[in-house]
């Protein structure tokens, strides 16, 4: 009590002020004044003098203001009329206050007796038993232990009303003891039927110690008792036995506090065991090989069913049928495979709500990061390339996207800007949506820069997609507006580079002083390609359909023969590099009849550059497993890899990069046929820019 | 963040007793001098806590309760009593008005930490 001495200072200062009054007050009630406030004055001086006196345990001038505040509690209520000579007595009691605290002051005892006659009269009015002491201060310390209790706990809706909290009794509770609880959620409705306000949720406790007395459970309901349905008893001690028991003892350590409201702590243990059973870890090199052999069957399947479909007629159809039921099981196994590698984003994901914090103090600007579909599951190798991309975007977004609070504020937007990282499977493919709430894009800026650095010419005329896109071109950002933040000599570029490589887009869209949309759209996976077959003089390649951004068939007269040998066509402006395919695979075509109209299939490389695909047919698209030529004979220029065709047939994977750089030989045979017709849109491959 | 707790009582030494104990708990404490300097103070800052004499001129603790349960920003809030006497119909008027607990004066400051803990964190 030692910290207390420091308020007895106060504390008689207080009574000093406190008997000051009541002297005033006494006066008047003397003087017949006996209304309410004056009752209720006299009281709470009593009232306050007692309760520091008990608090310094100023025993004496405790028990004496008890037995004053009781009499004035009872005159003050009414319930004890005052009679002649009353006030008198208030007087005198007051007097003999003011004595008892004079005596605590200096420390000195009091005289003997002083207070007991006073002390009579005021216990003959009250009834109050003539030998009682002291403050009723009964509560006695039960002697009664066992090994411990078991508590039922069911809070009614009164219990929440008065603000107690489920959650801190049972950490009361656990200072007493090791203590297990379970959660009960059976009465928990659907959400629908929730009432927020009603208490839904019991707990079962299992209390266990040496010398917990019934009387501190008790307490720590003491608050509560009638507002919920409690039920304590002493645990049995044969119980005990257990206690020694691993599984009991590893239950005990699971801490109270996440108990409520989450699962039933004995759950724990399930999960516990559930997590050590569910996942293995596996080199990833097994899977590969799993999925290689996958691949196989899936084009030893597809043989199959392409050299019997020729001989099938109807008098085989259960032999048809179960060659496609295997067709569908094979491509179940397939699916299955992959799915291994898959692994959902989340882990990428969370690495940023740190960047972005991290951030927006650097560049003192107060942005959010609102996370969206952690769950979708992308092939493990997309996974790790994907990080340097989107941390650049998401660094992107907020530098030069997002404005300051000021900015933001004087446009009328909400001080806090909202960075949005999003995932979704779209047509067996990934969306990675990276949005901010900033400034957009500005169509104009962004004209000008490009023109500035040399990418367009003054008089092209661009869509607004198609000068959106121009933030993709290598040297559209310059080493002038490199910041610390999204600068480091990386542009949109690098982005657009690296997320072509794992064979997926980059768009962006943009609505000025809206914000922006940056939408990535990846292969659900590296091992399998997504494939456009084409034919060029009875050959067939593949085309990976991500680089497809339409296919044409070209009026001749858009096309013109460059000085070198090439060719170049002209489509809505811009010129593009033509390449014949034929010419480029060095394919002979003699004997092979030209086709009527040759086709143009417009690609896009990594760089962003188009140029022309001169094929003579597109067959269909079509998945293929991606086999490495490299691996398996060596590299050839302008192919990316093989893929083995259901009919057996090794094709090659046009690498659009290797082509777009090539030194393809002369040709004529190019796009000069008889067609007579305008250019015509016959197809679109891949997905548009 | 500490908490913040409105100490109300109309003895300044009760009221420094309970500032003194729960700021070296760690709570910020705030002090009103009866259930009317409460309601002032309760309409100008957020509480995690309150703590209230009963006896007090102007407006007593058990009016204070029921008033303060009344706006919903104290609507979750614990409040707890503080009661001279093991007195059972303060304790019973308390709660009816929406207290959550009581403290029995005299209390030592371990006493008053134990309860505070016990609707408060």
């Given amino acids: ?689 | 963040m500490s908490k913040r707790v409105l100490a109300v009582d109309d003895s300044k030494t009760m009221r420094d007793m309970v500032a003194f104990t729960l700021k070296r708990e760690g709570f910020d404490v705030v002090e009103a001098e009866d259930g009317v300097a409460a309601i002032e103070a309760s309409t100008t800052g957020d509480y995690d806590l309150v703590i209230s004499d009963v006896n007090m001129p102007r407006m007593d603790g058990i009016t204070l309760v029921g008033k303060l349960r009344e706006n919903p920003k104290f609507r979750a809030t614990p409040i707890l009593i503080l009661t001279t006497e093991a007195d059972q119909s303060k304790k019973a008027a308390g709660k009816a008005a929406g207290a959550t607990g009581w403290i029995v004066k005299p209390f030592d400051p371990d006493q008053l930490v134990n309860v505070v803990r016990r609707v408060c964190r």
């Fill in chain 1, 1 to 689: 009590m030692n910290e207390l001495e420091q308020f007895k200072q106060t504390f008689f200062e207080e009574c000093d002020e406190l008997l000051q009054r009541f002297e005033e007050v006494a006066v008047t009630l003397v003087a017949g004044a006996n209304d309410a406030e004056v009752l209720d004055d006299i009281f709470r001086t009593v009232h306050s003098i007692k309760a520091g006196a008990g608090a310094f345990k100023f025993q004496r001038l405790a028990t004496y203001c008890h037995e004053f505040e009781n009499y004035m509690d009872l005159v003050r209520g009414g319930k004890l009329q005052l009679v002649e000579g009353d006030p008198d007595l208030v007087v005198q009691a007051g007097d003999i206050l003011q004595d008892l605290v004079n005596a605590a002051r200096v420390g000195v005892e009091a005289e003997a007796a002083l207070e007991d006659d006073i002390l009579e009269i005021l216990r003959n009015k009250t009834g109050a038993p003539q030998s009682q002491g002291g403050s009723d201060d009964t509560a006695e310390v039960s002697a009664v232990t066992t090994s411990g209790f078991s508590i039922k706990f069911r809070p009614h809706r009164a219990m929440y009303e008065t603000a107690n909290e489920p959650q801190l009794l049972l950490h009361a509770l656990a200072s007493l003891g090791e203590m297990t609880v379970s959660t009960d959620l059976q009465a928990l409705p659907d959400l629908i039927k929730l009432d927020p306000l009603e208490g839904y949720l019991a707990w079962s406790i299992e209390l266990r110690g040496e010398g917990i007395a019934e009387d501190s459970v008790r307490e720590v309901f003491e608050f509560v008792d009638g507002d919920c349905d409690l039920e304590i008893s002493a645990l049995d001690a044969g119980v005990d036995e257990a206690d020694s028991a691993p599984v009991e003892s590893q239950a005990a350590e699971i801490e109270p506090a996440i108990v409520p409201g989450n699962a039933p702590a004995a759950d724990a243990k399930t999960v516990a065991a559930a997590t050590q059973s569910t996942s293995i870890r596996v080199d990833l090199e097994r899977i590969d090989r799993l999925v290689d052999m996958v691949g196989e069957l899936v084009i030893a399947q597809a043989m199959a069913l392409d050299s019997l479909s020729e001989l099938v007629d109807i008098r085989h159809v259960n032999q048809l049928q179960a060659l496609e039921d295997l067709t569908m099981r094979t491509r179940q196994l397939q699916e299955g495979v992959m799915a291994v590698r898959m692994q959902p984003l989340k882990a990428l994901f969370s690495r940023f709500p740190r960047v972005v914090r991290d951030l927006s103090k650097k560049l003192e600007k107060n942005v959010r990061l609102e996370l969206e579909g952690e769950a979708t599951e992308v092939d493990k190798t997309i996974i790790e390339e994907l990080s340097d991309p989107l941390t650049h975007m998401i660094r992107n977004c907020m530098d030069h996207g997002l404005e300051t609070p000021v900015e933001r504020t004087e446009s009328g937007k909400p001080e806090q800007g909202v960075v949005k990282l999003s995932a979704e499977h779209r047509n067996g493919r990934i969306l990675i949506r990276v949005a901010d709430d900033g400034r957009g894009l500005s169509l104009t800026k962004v004209r000008q820069k490009a023109i500035d650095n040399g990418l367009i010419d003054e008089s092209a005329e661009l869509s607004k997609e198609e000068i959106e896109a121009l933030i993709f071109m290598p040297g559209f950002s310059t080493a002038s507006e490199i910041s610390d933040v999204s600068g480091r000599g990386v542009g949109m570029d690098v982005v657009r580079r690296n997320i072509q490589k794992l064979g997926g887009r980059v768009t962006v869209e943009s609505d000025e002083g809206k914000g922006s949309t940056f939408t990535l759209a990846l292969p659900l996976t590296l091992a399998v390609l997504d494939g456009m077959l084409i034919s060029v003089a009875g050959e067939r390649f593949v085309v990976p359909l991500s680089t497809i951004v339409e296919t044409v068939c070209p009026d001749p007269s858009a096309i013109r023969q460059l000085p070198d040998g090439g060719s170049v066509m002209s489509i809505r402006g811009e010129t593009i590099r033509l390449i014949d395919v034929c010419g480029a695979m060095s394919i002979d075509r003699s004997g092979q009849p030209e086709p009527l109209r040759k086709l143009a299939v417009i690609v896009e490389t990594e760089f962003g550059r188009r140029i022309g695909l001169v094929v003579d047919e597109l067959l269909g698209q079509q998945q293929v497993v991606i086999k490495s030529l490299e691996a398996n004979y060596r590299n050839i220029p302008g192919v990316a890899g093989t893929a083995i065709l259901g009919d057996g047939r090794v094709r090659l994977i046009l690498d659009i990069d290797g082509l777009s750089s090539m030194d393809v030989p002369r040709h004529d045979a190019g796009l000069q046929t008889k067609s007579p017709s305008d250019t015509n849109r016959v197809a679109s491959g891949g997905q548009s820019v």
